[in-house]
């Protein structure tokens, strides 16, 4: 099983980024997606997620600046981040979950003031 996750940079506040996760080795339609972040010297913690059939739940910090989606056909869950913020900075981390769990190996993501 592998979750590759793309996308991080550098951006500046109010700057925007995509992310996206490929899975392989699991019935991706069968999983849950999320995306969690880990900042320097923090735990990690949840940033969003999409259900097998679309539903979606945001944390409050992200919610109306973040939108998650997947494409089921191309095993890839994607996070939109726009007017992005200092706060935001961190390693973002996909997740599959689907009774098992699986993680990615994180991507950078650093927004500058």
């Known amino acids: 099983v592998q979750l590759q996750a793309s996308g991080g940079g550098s951006v500046q506040a109010g700057g925007s980024l995509s992310l996206s996760c490929t899975a392989s080795?699991?019935?991706?339609?069968?999983?849950?997606m999320n995306w969690y972040r880990q900042a320097p010297g923090a735990l990690r913690e949840f940033v969003a997620r999409?259900?097998?059939?679309?539903?979606?739940k945001y944390d409050d910090s992200v919610k109306d600046r973040f939108t998650v989606s997947r494409d089921n056909t191309k095993k890839t869950v994607y996070l939109q981040m726009n007017n992005l913020n200092p706060a935001d900075t961190g390693t973002y981390y996909c997740?599959?979950?689907?009774?098992?769990?699986?993680w990615g190996q994180g991507t950078q993501v650093t927004v500058s003031s």
């Open positions: 080795g699991i019935p991706f339609h069968l999983y849950a």
């Open positions: 999409i259900s097998t059939i679309g539903i979606t």
């Open positions: 997740n599959a979950f689907g009774g098992d769990t699986y």
